[in-house]
């Protein structure tokens, strides 16, 4: 089952303008993380911010966490063609002796040069 | 240094077969976690082992096993294979059990399984 949703499914920018995207999520959590997955090859990790964070901040990548609302944010600023991909949240949750990872369903941006 | 290797990368089988999806994680790595991607979805949760046991079970029937050797790869058996069976198999390798610390996973490029 998917925990997270994510928030718009598709987004269509112009390059260098910025994109956000949010991931709503259910059950309580021990961190959240965004990957990146250019055309159905493997995922790349981003960015994992842990529940008692609120932003966090990597190069062009901005993530919030509102843990009181089960949500979060990533803001891609001055964003290339190369930003092309889809997104993932991942929420993590220790349960039985190991942590759970389970992804939304992503968001696929097109970013227009 | 290597990333984490998952071989084949393609693979056409027939249903009712057998499969055996490999992976070599990070050296270093001692957990390993497999995760299903249907076209369209996010990755789900199939299995984790950590120190070669197996330290979580996601959703799926009995027809789906993993191990873990004595040098941290993995492999993971589909057994009666279905059409639905259809997808992106990918590894993701960490050096926790648990993803703490701002490190999350380091997946490899999957297997594209396609069941005919």
């Known amino acids: 089952s998917q925990q997270g949703e994510e928030d718009p499914q598709a987004l269509s920018i112009q390059e260098g303008e910025n994109a956000t995207m949010n991931c709503s999520y259910k059950?309580?959590?021990?961190?959240l993380q965004w990957y990146r997955q250019n055309s159905g090859r493997g995922l790349v990790h981003l960015i994992l911010?842990?529940?008692?964070?609120r932003e966090k901040h990597s190069g062009r990548l901005r993530v919030t966490l509102d843990t009181s609302k089960k949500s979060s944010s990533l803001l891609i600023t001055a964003s290339r063609a190369a930003d092309t991909a889809s997104y993932f949240c991942?929420?993590?949750?220790?349960?039985?002796?190991?942590?759970?990872?389970?992804f939304g369903i992503g968001t696929k941006l097109q970013v227009i040069p | 240094d290597a990333g984490v290797t998952q071989s084949p990368t393609h693979l056409i089988k027939t249903r009712g077969q057998h499969v055996t999806l490999r992976c070599s994680p990070i050296?270093?790595?001692?957990?390993v976690s497999w995760y299903q991607q249907v076209l369209g979805q996010g990755p789900q949760f199939i299995f984790q082992?950590?120190?070669?046991?197996?330290?979580g079970r996601g959703n799926f029937p009995d027809r789906f096993s993993a191990r873990q050797f004595p040098n941290y790869s993995s492999e993971l058996n589909v057994n009666a294979l279905l059409l639905g069976d259809s997808a992106l198999y990918l590894c993701?390798?960490?050096?926790?059990?648990?993803?703490?610390?701002?490190?999350?996973?380091?997946f490899g490029s999957g297997t594209r399984l396609t069941v005919v």
């Open positions: 993701a390798s960490s050096s926790t059990r648990v993803l703490s610390g701002g490190y999350g996973y380091t």
């Open positions: 050296s270093g790595h001692k957990s």
């Open positions: 991942a929420t993590a949750l220790n349960s039985g002796g190991y942590q759970k990872v389970t």
């Open positions: 059950t309580s959590i021990n961190n």
């Open positions: 911010i842990r529940s008692n964070e």
């Open positions: 082992y950590y120190e070669k046991e197996e330290r």
